[in-house]
């Protein structure tokens, strides 16, 4: 399996502009997240679903921020429109079982800066 | 909540020595612990993980134990090499919450040649 797919690495764009980060989950994970790391604020959880219905957002920051899931081999998180303190590196990452009883697989991240 | 401390936020060892990292829970109710090693610029990755019914787990260099009425874990890496320098996160989850994974704020590992 090619694991936990992101794109882009990298993303650089101006304040004010719309962002969105894709990710493909491992084929067969029931669970994918979205989380978010920072060096103040460490790796904080955005939001989670759960056979594509969005189970918590509670971590989501603001409605600058929405995440959906359309299929189970797909998810975006958009922000609009983007702001210099939502620089950070973007994970996702997928799971087989609820976090609470397997272990989370994490893609290569997208590291955006917003100038 | 849970809320998950962990310490030492910065470990510098010689090259052979010990490297322990400990953290402490909040929710009694967490019931996973998995530990995550990040090197720079790379994604967190599972290193190992001890669930609420067990109180120790080895795998070769690296161990975990778990006191569940102090709520206080920990990694214990033995005859550390200078590929083990990197970020470890200790993390923990339950039905609290949702199932949600939260993470410690961790430790950044100096393994000195």
Request: proline share 6%.
């Amino acid at each position: 399996d090619a694991g936990v797919i992101q794109s882009p690495r990298h993303e650089v764009t101006e304040m004010g502009q719309e962002v969105t980060l894709r990710c493909k989950p491992i084929s067969g994970h029931d669970y994918l997240f979205w989380y978010r790391q920072t060096m103040m604020r460490g790796l904080e959880l955005l939001i989670y679903f759960n056979n594509n219905v969005p189970i918590d957002d509670s971590g989501m920051p603001e409605d600058r921020f929405s995440a959906k899931m359309p299929n189970a081999s797909f998810s975006t998180l958009k922000i609009q429109p983007s702001e210099p303190r939502d620089s950070a590196v973007y994970f996702c990452a997928s799971s087989l079982l609820p976090q609470g009883n397997s272990p989370l697989h994490f893609g290569n991240g997208t590291r955006l800066t917003v100038t | 909540g849970e809320n998950v401390e962990q310490h030492p936020s910065t470990l510098s060892v010689q090259e052979g020595d010990s490297a322990v990292i400990k953290c402490t829970y909040s929710d009694s109710a967490s019931n996973y612990f998995p530990w995550y090693k990040q090197e720079l610029g790379k994604r967190p990755q599972l290193i190992i993980d001890i669930r609420s019914n067990v109180g120790e787990k080895k795998d070769q260099r690296i161990a975990v134990t778990l006191n569940k009425t102090a709520k206080h874990f920990s990694l214990h890496i033995t005859e550390t090499q200078p590929e083990d320098s990197a970020v470890y996160f200790c993390a923990a989850s339950g039905a609290t919450g949702g199932f949600k994974t939260i993470f410690g704020a961790g430790t950044r590992l100096f393994v000195k040649a």
